[in-house]
């Protein structure tokens, strides 16, 4: 190697500063024209292309991250699942960050990035605040954010549709004749929470039935929170016919209270959930619900990353996943799987 | 630091070679007596031991990884949600890796140690072969394996204890008056499989009833199997009276069975899961369960770890968690908390 080009004739060679090509051979960020000028100079110099591409590669880390908004809920482990294999088909490393949905942690680890740790994150945030904005504008390394960001934020993005998934499962309550179709919701300051509620009204409405506040009970995500707010709507209104419920969990919760008030599902109420988790499977009856298409945004997110890692030139991605309805035994009784109790 | 000890000079003073001596300070595997002496060399000559502790450092990576056999199975998973805090706490990041429970996987992680991309490694193989045991004796970080390892195995090892969570349930259904108590079990050539069969067999011994290889069939370890495991089992003994599952998913399909056979659980079968998985809470009637402190063995694993990296030199140690019996509707019925059917 002695005599050969260096980058101070590599310099000379592509008109840039010492500097750039310093960077340019440190793999640190510099133009995309600036990189072209010192990559071709290196070439016609007969500086060994390896060792540029050697010097760009030992940059690489070979890991990418995954920052899921809280580690013990289904919906993130069934995209855990589908972004872990992508990755490591493509010889990377993953690494794993729970963020328990604290906005600062989310940032901390954007923040993060300029460590360069990870050649790219993928991050599931809860919500998207200002913050998360302007560091993600001055990111580091690729990012793809799984969840709705505000309108012309220029990022790879991978969303659920919601609404349509609460339209779906109106209209096969609808469909089965139920028109006494209640809510059973989280909290309305969450971004599902509200989504859910107004796709709710509005499917309402495309089939015809009158919206009834009365019909509606606000809880939590969680099965307690869920007994405890099908219990209340019950008490208000006895005839109700249908439950669409906002999460597995509230739905299970919706299925204790129903069975210790003699209420016989689906011929007396019809239930369904959301997320379609592991649990819808395993409850009795089994439980119909709304797929978000965890596993497949997971998916979608690895492989947008990748595609980013191999051109970081192209221009952002939108990916919506459809939701799909999965029909088992609390909507649709006789055709249960387990069979039916004596 | 100029005219200081060198590398030469603790190379002299230690009477090893030089190359030994950088070794050490780059923290290279060295036989533990050339460090000792090094060591010694360098505080005898007043080399700054924080030099030696950096150059140690600066090769610290901050990263920790944990190897699950199956990034599906809920008991894994309920492993890293321990995990990943405990590191997060210490200021470790975790990198995540799924073996697929092929062996030639797992000893691809142990190698890979070498590239020292990480400070230490938590694995959870299906099951610990030589090649794993010669790996393990030639790793270039800490390790902690979750599971059994061969008698003398110098590792720092945590495990569960299914025999005693098989005899948790037998005596638990004992107690019930359950006399004819059926075993469903998964291959008997796995090591839970093993385990959980020769456990069933001493169990009954214990309270003093005849072991009869008719009351016990053999599936695999999932809902499908457990289904016609738990058919052909009742086809051929119909009075048994109480089933011992060898995980959550074989009793939930104990529980399908059951139902389509008009048998009511547990009046007329009690049902025992083991893993006390989320399904156990989720199913109808929820699931008597053994759990096997999944959550607990992650924990443990991670303090263990990183118990090591502030302290290398001290004896590897065994970890032991007990199991507990989850009692729920499925064999203790009336004090079902989700009421009982009309």
Same mark, same amino acid.
């Given at each position: 190697? *002695?005599?050969?080009?260096?980058?101070?004739?590599?310099?000379?060679?592509?008109?840039?500063?010492?500097?750039?090509?310093?960077?340019?051979?440190?793999?640190?960020?510099?133009?995309?024209?600036?990189?072209?000028?010192?990559?071709?100079?290196?070439?016609?110099?007969?500086?060994?292309?390896?060792?540029?591409?050697?010097?760009?590669?030992?940059?690489?880390?070979?890991?990418?991250?995954?920052?899921?908004?809280?580690?013990?809920?289904?919906?993130?482990? @069934?995209?855990?699942?589908?972004?872990?294999?992508?990755?490591? *088909?493509?010889?990377?490393?993953?690494?794993?960050?729970?963020?328990?949905?604290?906005? @600062?942690?989310?940032?901390?680890?954007?923040?993060?990035?300029?460590?360069?740790?990870?050649?790219?994150?993928?991050?599931?945030?809860?919500?998207?605040?200002?913050?998360?904005?302007?560091?993600?504008?001055?990111?580091?390394?690729?990012?793809?954010?799984?969840?709705?960001?505000?309108?012309?934020?220029?990022?790879?993005?991978?969303?659920?549709?919601?609404?349509?998934?609460?339209?779906?499962?109106?209209?096969?309550?609808? *469909?089965?004749?139920?028109?006494?179709?209640?809510?059973?919701?989280?909290?309305?300051?969450?971004?599902?929470?509200?989504?859910?509620?107004?796709?709710?009204?509005?499917?309402?409405?495309?089939?015809?039935?009158?919206?009834?506040?009365?019909?509606?009970?606000?809880?939590?995500?969680?099965?307690?929170?869920?007994?405890?707010?099908?219990?209340?709507?019950?008490?208000?209104?006895?005839?109700?016919?249908?439950?669409?419920?906002?999460?597995?969990?509230?739905?299970?919760?919706?299925?204790?209270?129903?069975?210790?008030?003699?209420?016989?599902?689906?011929?007396?109420?019809?239930?369904?959930?959301?997320?379609?988790?592991?649990?819808?499977?395993?409850?009795?009856?089994?439980?119909?619900?709304?797929?978000?298409?965890? *596993?497949?945004?997971?998916?979608?997110?690895?492989?947008?990353?990748?595609?980013?890692?191999?051109?970081?030139?192209?221009?952002?991605?939108?990916?919506?996943?459809?939701?799909?309805?999965?029909?088992?035994?609390?909507?649709?009784?006789?055709?249960?799987?387990?069979?039916?109790?004596?």
């Amino acid at each position: 190697m *002695a005599d050969g080009p260096t980058i101070t004739t590599i310099a000379e060679r592509a008109g840039v500063s010492i500097a750039s090509v310093s960077r340019v051979l440190n793999g640190l960020p510099t133009r995309q024209e600036t990189v072209r000028k010192v990559m071709a100079a290196a070439d016609e110099l007969g500086y060994v292309r390896n060792a540029v591409a050697r010097s760009l590669k030992s940059r690489r880390t070979h890991q990418v991250a995954f920052a899921m908004a809280d580690i013990g809920n289904p919906a993130y482990l @069934a995209m855990l699942r589908e972004i872990q294999p992508v990755l490591k *088909a493509a010889g990377y490393r993953l690494v794993l960050h729970s963020t328990d949905a604290v906005a @600062a942690d989310e940032i901390d680890v954007l923040h993060s990035l300029g460590e360069r740790y990870v050649d790219g994150l993928i991050m599931s945030p809860l919500r998207v605040t200002e913050a998360h904005l302007r560091m993600l504008a001055a990111a580091r390394a690729p990012v793809v954010i799984i969840g709705s960001v505000p309108e012309g934020t220029r990022v790879d993005n991978v969303r659920a549709d919601s609404r349509t998934g609460v339209r779906l499962a109106i209209d096969h309550l609808y *469909a089965l004749g139920r028109r006494r179709i209640g809510m059973v919701n989280g909290p309305l300051d969450t971004v599902p929470g509200a989504a859910r509620g107004a796709a709710y009204r509005e499917a309402l409405e495309a089939v015809g039935l009158p919206y009834d506040e009365r019909m509606v009970e606000i809880g939590d995500f969680y099965r307690e929170e869920g007994r405890r707010a099908v219990a209340a709507l019950l008490r208000r209104v006895p005839d109700i016919d249908a439950l669409m419920c906002a999460n597995d969990l509230i739905a299970l919760g919706a299925l204790d209270v129903l069975r210790a008030a003699g209420k016989r599902v689906p011929q007396d109420v019809a239930v369904v959930g959301m997320d379609d988790t592991d649990l819808a499977a395993a409850s009795w009856p089994s439980l119909t619900s709304v797929s978000l298409g965890s *596993a497949e945004r997971g998916k979608a997110a690895a492989e947008l990353l990748l595609d980013r890692l191999r051109n970081g030139d192209r221009e952002p991605r939108l990916v919506t996943v459809l939701p799909r309805l999965v029909v088992r035994a609390s909507t649709a009784g006789e055709a249960s799987e387990g069979g039916r109790s004596s």
